[in-house]
């Protein structure tokens, strides 16, 4: 990763490639270290996720900064689903002062699909909610309360869209509605459904979206056809249409890796000629190295 | 199917209806503004309770907001959105946390279109809750002009 900040780079006009590190559980920071530096040397910034499908692993803010220490520039995911408006604004701050400046602001999967069921869940402020509240926090310098802020500080704001579930029609809209609230980059969920993304993206250049937010379509390599079934059955909002899986499991299973590699790869060359696409975001869990191949692949590292 | 669905699949009636009590009350508005009303929101409140529990599922957040999301309440969203649908629907439009029930804002948004009046309403960001009004009675806030509440800080600017 250069100097150059990944807002800057998406400025330049550079297509930009993201990707999600994968959560460690470890109290070790060089076992969490590790596979940040495989993707580090591959994309442009590294999703810190926020306890992913309500799953528990490390806090999101002390894990980007410990990124942000290695060197490395991460985006904090933060969530409505576990802090309420008073914590996820101490969040917020805490991150600036701690130098770091990409945030990714969600509403959070539900408590109920994850791994403690039994926790409560909050939701205090809704995805749109959180999005205006860091962005008066650096304009206005203030928290929600009118409490000053000196000096603010400055985020680069990112939200998630979702074009692959319903009401489908509503989706370029709600994507407006967190570009009116302050999200400046977007990255979508999984695209595998690429016709439908090429629709979204119409009606987002109709309304002028990708003017005012850089997108970043989701992708990444499925390690199987027992596997992408499993996502699409179990993580909530990803959407692998039939074909893509019948095809990987039209190949004998030691060749479904690569099959799954060839899908991500072909699925970018798509999106790249999509107008209004800005980069690919890069997700597969717990293989980060085949991150690293998927982008020099595709060729899109640095030259 | 229930009755409250049945209604709430009448959005155009609904909104009418709104008007209607929203005209109605706007006298009520000036002889209300300054006072505390205890009274009538204690009047008021297992009113609204049976009849919006009835009709709307209504969960009393006491910053009633239903005409700007289609005449569906959003606190019947199990995470308590306020701003629209979260990325976890279903493909056959169904909640990601309450597997066989719809998700409320893909009914929402699907009511939300046949309302003339305040159907786009639902683009507008909704600002945050204030979760010390839940139990009163969002029609004597309404009375009182306070009908949405907005924090200190919150800037309205991206009300457009």
């Known amino acids: 990763m250069s100097r150059v900040s990944f807002e800057e780079r998406l400025r330049s006009g550079k297509f930009c490639v993201t990707a999600e590190l994968s959560p460690r559980d470890s109290a070790d920071p060089e076992v969490v270290l590790a596979p940040a530096r495989t993707l580090a040397a591959v994309v442009d910034a590294i999703n810190v996720p926020d306890s992913t499908g309500a799953n528990v692993h490390m806090s ?167 596997v992408a079934d499993i996502i699409r059955t179990r993580v909530p909002g990803v959407v692998i249409p039939d074909a893509i899986v019948d095809r990987m499991a039209g190949v004998p299973e030691a060749d479904q890796g690569e099959e799954g590699m060839k899908i991500c790869l072909e699925i970018i060359e798509q999106v790249r000629q999509i107008e209004g696409v800005a980069g690919v975001h890069l997700m597969a869990h717990r293989r980060e190295n085949l991150v690293a191949e998927a982008v020099q692949r595709a060729g899109l590292q640095d030259e | 199917m229930s009755v409250g669905r049945w209604l709430r699949n009448r959005p155009r009636a609904l909104e009418w209806s709104y008007r209607l009590m929203l005209a109605l009350m706007k006298p009520a508005r000036g002889l209300a503004s300054g006072g505390e009303l205890r009274w009538l929101d204690r009047l008021l409140r297992p009113v609204e309770r049976l009849s919006k529990g009835l009709v709307f599922d209504c969960r009393m957040c006491g910053q009633c907001v239903l005409h700007s999301t289609g005449m569906t309440c959003p606190m019947s969203c199990p995470k308590n959105l306020r701003n629209g649908p979260c990325g976890g629907v279903r493909l056959n439009g169904n909640c990601e946390v309450l597997p066989d029930e719809p998700c409320i804002w893909v009914e929402a948004w699907e009511r939300s279109k046949k309302m003339a009046h305040y159907g786009p309403a639902i683009h507008e960001l909704r600002p945050p809750l204030d979760w010390a009004r839940q139990g009163s009675a969002a029609w004597v806030n309404e009375m009182k002009g306070m009908g949405e509440p907005e924090p200190e800080g919150w800037s309205s600017r991206a009300q457009r």
Not at chain 1, 117 to 128: E, H, I, Q
Not at chain 1, 168 to 196: M, N, S
């Open chain 1, 60 to 226: 999101p803010l002390a894990c980007s900064i410990m990124l942000h220490h290695a060197g490395m520039e991460p985006i904090m995911q933060l969530g409505c689903r576990d802090r309420n408006r008073i914590g996820l604004q101490g969040d917020l701050l805490g991150a600036a002062a701690s130098g770091i400046r990409n945030v990714f602001l969600i509403t959070g999967d539900d408590t109920s699909v994850g791994n403690q069921p039994d926790a409560k869940r909050v939701f205090d402020l809704d995805s749109a909610q959180l999005l205006h509240t860091a962005e008066m926090m650096c304009d206005q310098g203030q928290f929600l309360n009118a409490t000053r802020l000196d000096p603010p500080p400055s985020f680069f704001i990112g939200a998630a869209a979702n074009p692959f579930v319903p009401p489908y029609d509503w989706r370029p809209h709600r994507l407006g509605k967190k570009v009116e609230a302050g999200a400046r980059f977007i990255q979508t969920q999984f695209c595998f459904d690429v016709p439908r993304f090429v629709s979204f993206m119409e009606r987002v250049r109709d309304l002028g979206l990708h003017e005012r937010a850089f997108i970043l379509a989701g992708v990444g390599p499925l390690p199987s056809a027992r």
